[in-house]
């Protein structure tokens, strides 16, 4: 078999159908292709496989477009970028698939098949009843080119079929080694469907029925000079048949990676009915690119023993360390399973490691959109300096940017009911002598307060009531912010100012029955 020189540039793609929108699963997939191209200095096309006019469209092609640059992926040749194998949208590329079917029919392994679906459906249950493999009958194989022809010319309809050559079929394949299909499994197949009268009236297979998927990945991925394909690994079974196509054409065959399938949680595929698949969901909530990027790469793939990571963490991988890093002897035949606590963990990394400015930036939509009054009108009325300080406070507390505005929300005084765990705290016998000493050491200071202030209220505080650890600092978060848990006291105090903690001092003691 003729395959592609492996020194020429790498050349791979991602080819989704706009059916819907874009699935997190599918961009693991867009993920490799891009880093193979990056690691290998090649190029990665974006494809649309909009065939299936019923279910394509042109809203969920745009809205796969935006979340692929949402997500700071760049590719080389696209329908929104020329290059010199388009158009890049299957429905632009009808002509060229009639070409190479009517090529295959002249050359005599394809044959015009007049059996209509009722006729295929009847012989495949026979076919079964009879313990035999559904395979194609040959029916039409028998019918002469000028028999044919007399046929179409008088009206009949006809789908163009491949006859599939009877031999086994190997490859290699770059995760799951050799892999034989046994001749005798793959009967003659259909490369272009028999065409609607809609069809023909508009002309739109070029007088041919529209192009089976197989077929048009074939010609598109020979005609882009696709050298790597790597894709699901669902579409192992399509291979055979599309290497028959690449031979029957006289293409050179590329080399495939089929990659291990992703798993929910309850290890099923990952579908809606276990997890979130949509990625414009995911960027929606919060989710950074980066982190999403390299949860991703780590499933079913492995980085080498030796990278050491510049953030110190195994898993935690720059997209440079990525590139840099990526190649197919990493990819693992075993499916991944999609961990959602290892993700939300991911981000958390992710948000901590960004400066207060840059989170301050991804995150003022959210305050802007809050639906707490005092966090959507508190976030135009202060400084973007003020936000950013407030994001350097609370941006280690939380796994979504999207909650941010929520766990800064007492910073704009926005006042919340206590919950559970704030009221445990305040339920300690020595909680209100704490809060008591508390609110007199913030009266004793001036209105702005520093760090080390905060250090010397904490110290005062603990001398006077024998109080320490947990049972000092807690009754004192919870006075001064309402909450248990959330940032550090030292960069919370400074920025709510003495009154601002003296407010909420004494919601808390009114709260306890103090006040
Ligand atoms: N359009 C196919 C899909 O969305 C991908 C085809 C391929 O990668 O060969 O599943």
Redesign the pocket.
């Known amino acids: 078999m003729a395959l592609a020189p492996s020194d020429a540039e790498v050349r791979v793609?991602?080819?989704?159908?706009p059916?819907g929108y874009l699935h997190v699963g599918?961009v693991r997939?867009l993920l490799f292709n891009w880093l193979y191209a990056k690691n290998r200095g090649g190029k990665l096309i974006l494809?649309i496989?909009d065939t299936d006019q019923k279910r394509s469209t042109r809203e969920s092609e745009q809205l796969m477009m935006s979340d692929i640059h949402g997500l700071d992926i760049d590719y080389d040749e696209g329908p929104d970028k020329p290059g010199p194998y388009g158009p890049y949208r299957q429905s632009e590329r009808m002509g060229i698939y009639a070409d190479h079917a009517r090529k295959l029919l002249d050359a005599g392994k394809a044959f015009y098949c007049f059996c209509t679906d009722e006729e295929i459906t009847r012989k495949r249950e026979v076919a079964m009843k009879m313990g035999k493999q559904p395979l194609y009958d040959g029916t039409c194989r028998k019918v002469s080119r000028a028999e044919a022809d007399a046929r179409l010319k008088k009206g009949d309809k006809a789908g163009i079929r491949f006859m599939a050559p009877d031999q086994d079929i190997a490859f290699d394949d770059a995760v799951r080694g050799t892999v034989t299909f046994k001749a005798g499994t793959i009967g003659d197949f259909m490369i272009t469907r028999t065409p609607t009268d809609e069809e023909l009236e508009k002309g739109l297979g070029d007088g041919l029925g529209m192009p089976v998927?197989n077929f048009a990945?074939v010609v598109d991925?020979a005609l882009m000079k696709i050298n790597h394909?790597l894709?699901?690994e669902?579409?192992l079974a399509?291979t055979p048949k599309?290497i028959m196509l690449f031979e029957a054409l006289g293409f050179p065959v590329p080399k495939f990676a089929h990659m291990a399938m992703v798993l929910g949680s309850d290890r099923q595929k990952l579908s809606k009915r276990n997890g979130d698949t949509s990625t414009h969901d995911y960027l929606a909530k919060g989710f950074l690119p980066d982190a999403m990027l390299n949860f991703l790469s780590l499933l079913g793939w492995w980085p080498p023993a030796e990278l050491k990571p510049a953030s110190g963490h195994p898993e935690i991988l720059s997209r440079a360390e990525l590139i840099r890093t990526f190649s197919l002897d990493g990819l693992q035949k075993a499916a991944a399973v999609f961990d959602m606590q290892k993700l939300l963990w991911m981000n958390s990394f992710y948000i901590k490691a960004l400066s207060g400015s840059e989170v301050a930036k991804l995150a003022r939509p959210y305050f802007e959109a809050s639906e707490l009054p005092a966090v959507a009108e508190g976030v135009k009325k202060n400084s973007e300096a003020w936000l950013i300080s407030v994001m350097e406070a609370v941006k280690g507390s939380v796994n979504l940017i999207s909650e941010l505005p929520q766990a800064a929300a007492f910073l704009f005084g926005a006042e919340g009911e206590l919950d559970a765990s704030a009221k445990e705290v305040l339920s300690q016998p020595t909680a209100g002598d704490v809060v008591k000493a508390f609110e007199a050491a913030l009266q004793a200071r001036p209105e702005k307060l520093t760090e080390q202030d905060v250090a010397d209220i904490q110290k005062e505080v603990g001398a006077k009531t024998s109080s320490k650890g947990k049972l000092l600092f807690m009754p004192m978060r919870v006075a001064a912010t309402g909450q248990a848990h959330g940032p550090e006291l030292k960069l919370v105090i400074p920025l709510l100012g003495r009154e601002g903690v003296l407010k909420r001092v004494n919601l808390v003691k009114r709260q306890m029955g103090l006040a």
């Open positions: 793609r991602f080819a989704p159908s059916t599918g997939t494809r496989e998927y990945v991925d394909v894709r699901a669902e579409h399509n599309q």
